[in-house]
């Protein structure tokens, strides 16, 4: 398994679960490339304003010169800034929500890393029944996942705890409904803050879903680095091991006490425990 930490570059999200935040442009990119190699991640998960935010070619030689990869590309900005969701009543506004992650899952794409889709998938709203709002899922995580696979990587779909959606908070629930769906092009983030709240056991649940394990955010109880809380990552890791995971463990946590401290946390407990 793989270290992976976060960089954002979203005024709106600068309280956000982010260790490193950063102005857009590539000298944030920079800025936050440097720092995770430093403190010897293996790839950078960043949280852009947009696709523009996300220059592939400048990128490319930006991660290159230091030995990293781009371990995923998320989407929430179009929820954070815009207010964009795939299960809004508007259909205009569900194809704007659309529009905006095709564009993130392209760039992502030539990156040769996939796209996330967290808080965009939206909740029920007024007006929208459970089955209709599941319906307008199933077929943006369809068209989007077709889009991802053209670029030879997964759409990663976030079941997150229930306090942020209404839609799927538990992995088996939201696996359950990828198989019943065929959408065979997308993949679970089982992140461990949001299981903490929702599953009765972490590792038996990412045991049980196997291989629609795409990405795991590394992240304890009060979302702060692993050992900052109370998650024992142990049965964890065992778990992911036991299911072939090869992918990252990405630290989208809050930075505290301070950036430094969470990164050099994380980068720690991903070494103490999954090595």
Same mark, same amino acid.
């Given at each position: 398994?793989?270290?992976?930490?976060?960089?954002?570059?979203?005024?709106?999200?600068?309280?956000?679960?982010?260790?490193?935040?950063?102005?857009?442009?590539?000298?944030?990119?920079?800025?936050?490339?440097?720092?995770?190699?430093?403190?010897?991640?293996?790839?950078?998960?960043?949280?852009?304003?947009?696709?523009?935010?996300?220059?592939?070619?400048?990128?490319?030689?930006?991660? /290159?010169?230091?030995?990293? @990869?781009?371990? !995923?590309? *998320?989407?929430? $900005?179009?929820?954070?800034?815009?207010? #964009?969701?795939?299960?809004?009543?508007?259909a205009a506004v569900r194809a704007r929500a659309a529009e905006f992650i095709a564009a993130i899952v392209d760039v992502a794409g030539e990156l040769g890393a996939p796209a996330?889709?967290?808080?965009?998938?939206?909740?029920?709203?007024?007006?929208?029944?459970?089955?209709?709002?599941? /319906?307008?899922?199933?077929? @943006?995580?369809? !068209?989007? *996942?077709?889009? $991802?696979?053209?670029?030879?990587?997964? #759409?990663?779909?976030?079941?997150?705890?229930?306090?942020?959606?209404?839609?799927?908070?538990?992995?088996?629930?939201?696996?359950?409904?990828?198989?019943?769906?065929?959408?065979?092009?997308?993949?679970?983030?089982?992140?461990?803050?949001?299981?903490?709240?929702?599953?009765?056991?972490?590792?038996?649940?990412?045991?049980?879903?196997?291989?629609?394990?795409?990405?795991?955010?590394? $992240?304890?109880?009060?979302?702060?680095a692993i050992g900052m809380g109370h998650t024992d990552p142990r049965p964890i890791i065992a778990a992911l091991q036991s299911i072939g995971y090869t992918g990252f463990l990405?630290?989208?946590?809050?930075p505290l006490p301070t950036p430094a401290e969470a990164a050099r946390q994380s980068i720690e407990s991903i070494r103490a425990f999954a090595s």
């Open positions: 398994m793989r270290s992976a930490i976060t960089i954002c570059l979203v005024p709106e999200a600068r309280k956000g679960p982010f260790v490193f935040h950063y102005d857009a442009g590539l000298a944030g990119l920079e800025a936050g490339c440097r720092a995770a190699a430093e403190f010897g991640f293996d790839a950078v998960e960043i949280f852009p304003g947009s696709a523009a935010d996300v220059p592939a070619d400048s990128l490319r030689q930006l991660v /290159a010169a230091h030995g990293l @990869a781009v371990a !995923a590309v *998320g989407t929430g $900005a179009g929820w954070v800034k815009h207010r #964009l969701q795939l299960c809004d009543p508007d996330i889709i967290g808080s965009m998938q939206g909740r029920m709203g007024e007006g929208v029944p459970h089955d209709a709002a599941l /319906a307008m899922l199933a077929d @943006a995580l369809g !068209a989007l *996942g077709d889009r $991802a696979r053209r670029h030879g990587q997964p #759409l990663l779909y976030e079941p997150l705890n229930r306090y942020e959606t209404d839609l799927f908070n538990t992995q088996r629930a939201a696996a359950d409904f990828l198989d019943h769906q065929g959408l065979d092009a997308v993949k679970l983030l089982c992140d461990l803050f949001h299981m903490n709240i929702e599953e009765a056991d972490m590792a038996a649940t990412l045991a049980a879903v196997g291989t629609r394990v795409g990405h795991v955010h590394w $992240a304890d109880s009060n979302r702060r990405s630290a989208e946590i809050f």
